[in-house]
């Protein structure tokens, strides 16, 4: 079974650990990721707007290495698409576009009101949630899954997380039923 190419809407970039563990699924192969350059900078403006801890150098750097790492993710030439598309607010309609010109399965966004069915599905696109989203990646890809997720909490140095804790941050980022399904993963 192919993996799902899926477009990723700014909301689910926003959040740092959320954002983290679905590049480690990408890069993993679990699924192909896919973003565009206005989906980046919603998440940029937006963490920008929210904590003025943060500089927008560093999170370009953030963008530039997720650009460099999942080749072929970043989406071009989407533009011509959007006047003809029709979504609840007019300005998720890029998210559509360029969703369409990558040749995504799945729209993986917390905004599901944004992308009724009716609307993309004549596309051959879904609508998920990220929480959904992962817990089918884990019964397509458990091994994988495992995998990504033993790569990305080793990878946190800065305190080092142990499993709980790990879980317990995931939890955190709105995905509980994907928690329930990696602690179960990660007993069998």
Do not use: C
């Amino acid at each position: 079974m192919n993996p799902p190419i899926a477009f990723l809407d700014a909301n689910v970039l926003y959040p740092a650990g959320l954002r983290s563990f679905l590049m480690y699924l990408a890069l993993i192969g679990v699924f192909q990721v896919k973003w565009s350059r206005e989906v980046h900078e919603d998440w940029i403006s937006n963490l920008l707007i929210n904590r003025p801890n943060l500089t927008r150098s560093k999170l370009d750097r953030t963008r530039r290495l997720m650009d460099k790492n999942a080749r072929g993710a970043l989406v071009k030439g989407y533009e011509s698409l959007i006047p003809g598309l029709s979504l609840p607010d007019v300005n998720d309609r890029h998210v559509l576009a360029a969703a369409i010109r990558s040749g995504a399965n799945v729209i993986v966004t917390k905004n599901l009101k944004d992308f009724p069915l009716h609307a993309v599905q004549r596309f051959n696109i879904e609508p998920l949630h990220p929480d959904v989203f992962i817990v089918r990646l884990i019964d397509q890809s458990p091994e994988k899954v495992r995998e990504a997720m033993e790569a990305h909490r080793i990878s946190l140095k800065n305190p080092p997380f142990t499993i709980s804790e790990f879980l317990s941050m995931l939890e955190s980022q709105g995905i509980p039923r994907s928690v329930v399904a990696l602690h179960v993963l990660l007993t069998q």
